[in-house]
């Protein structure tokens, strides 16, 4: 069998990374969002307002997913989103945000595909850097993806 | 005289917060950049061109500053701009970037006006929290903000 990257080309194609669409409500996008923090239950439209929203950025603000080739389900997803700048010669800085993998699916590389994607398509937007904030127990996972701890993230919560 | 916060009204109307504009070119807004990080010089045209294309944003992209009202030069300032998320019921996040006080400024709390004001606008917006990134040593004037540290951040540069 041919290999890709230690992973099969028939695992690849199962686990391919995408674009988040729309009928991706129903195949659990929401359930998975669920696992990483609180999220109650999201109504088709609301899905869907936000969803046109999120597409009027165009490639400024794109969310990804690998959908379960097998199951149907979605199993992991990311977000990265392209901040303009003026400093650094009106430079733009790729924000990666809800990587999610799904419990079940841990293991596999799913995560490295997607922090992959996403961090492409921000080098790709012309972007310098990428950047995400993650608890210390992550960390050692996205060194492993080629990212340094640098600051530390401060919240204000309003709710 | 008459006290608000601590500061007289007649600093508070020299020291006013607000939104940037175009003619802020013209008063040192670039050069105050550079005293945060590499910022090589900017052309009027393309300061215009992403003055434009982050007014385009709207109140989803601010950049806020403060014009002495004396020297007519910019000597503070500060953005936000708005994530809509899925999680939390399509929930919205204010991210605030690119702070920076004038180094002959310091110590007149203007850094806690742009916080302030830049906190209120994510607010307004009906986010439900506003995040930073900032280095170790800065995160006590957060935390007199109103800011906890939460998460570590993670970069990886393309150049």
């Known amino acids: 069998m041919f290999m890709q990257n230690g992973s099969s080309l028939a695992e690849n194609k199962r686990f391919e990374v995408r674009s988040l669409e729309i009928s991706d409500y129903r195949k659990g996008f929401i359930q998975l969002l669920q696992q990483l923090t609180v999220c109650d239950s999201v109504s088709d439209e609301q899905f869907r307002e ?55 699916a841990r293991g596999m590389q799913l995560g490295k595909k997607i922090v992959g994607f996403l961090t492409d398509h921000a080098h790709s937007r012309g972007c310098y850097k990428v950047i995400l904030d993650c608890s210390v127990e992550n960390r050692p996972f996205y060194e492993k993806c080629g990212f340094k701890q640098k600051e530390v993230q401060m919240v204000k919560y309003f709710i």
């Open 50 to 104: 936000r969803f046109e929203e999120l597409k009027a950025s165009g490639d400024d603000h794109v969310i990804c997913v690998i959908e379960d080739g097998q199951s149907g389900k979605i199993i992991a997803t990311g977000s990265v989103f392209v901040e303009k700048k003026f400093l650094r010669n009106c430079g733009k800085v790729g924000h990666i945000e809800d990587v999610v993998i799904d419990s079940n």
